[in-house]
């Protein structure tokens, strides 16, 4: 079974920054792609920022230029930098990995981390 534990939410005014972080653990032979979703009141979950094992990225057009995500392989950590937020960012944020554990290769999802903001 594969855990992935995400952290750094909160409350920020406009224009601030927060950073995400996400830990796997568990019976992890290999990760392949990691990434962050989030999902607003009333909305669908929607990819935000995703990043490859090898280090190639993707970010969703709404948070291009501000957002950054990176990841740490030998921690089995990745990382999600938000700045110049603005209120439309409000969400939950999930982290999602593509992982191969114990049972095979898996889609795995993080509890969710609520990030506001607000003035």
């Known amino acids: 079974q594969v855990q992935l534990v995400e952290s750094g939410g909160g409350l920020v005014q406009p224009g601030g920054s927060l950073r995400l972080s996400c830990a796997a653990s568990?019976?992890?032979?290999?990760?392949?792609?990691m990434g962050w979703y989030r999902q607003a009141p009333g909305k669908q979950r929607e990819l935000v920022a995703a990043i490859t094992s090898g280090g190639s990225t993707n970010y969703a057009d709404s948070v291009k230029g501000r957002f950054t995500i990176s990841r740490d392989n030998a921690k089995n950590t990745v990382y999600l930098q938000m700045n110049s937020l603005k209120p439309e960012d409000t969400a939950v944020y999930y982290c999602n990995a593509a992982a191969e554990g114990l049972y095979g290769l898996g889609d795995y999802w993080g509890q969710g981390t609520q990030v506001t903001v607000s003035s």
């Open positions: 568990g019976s992890i032979f290999s990760i392949n792609a």
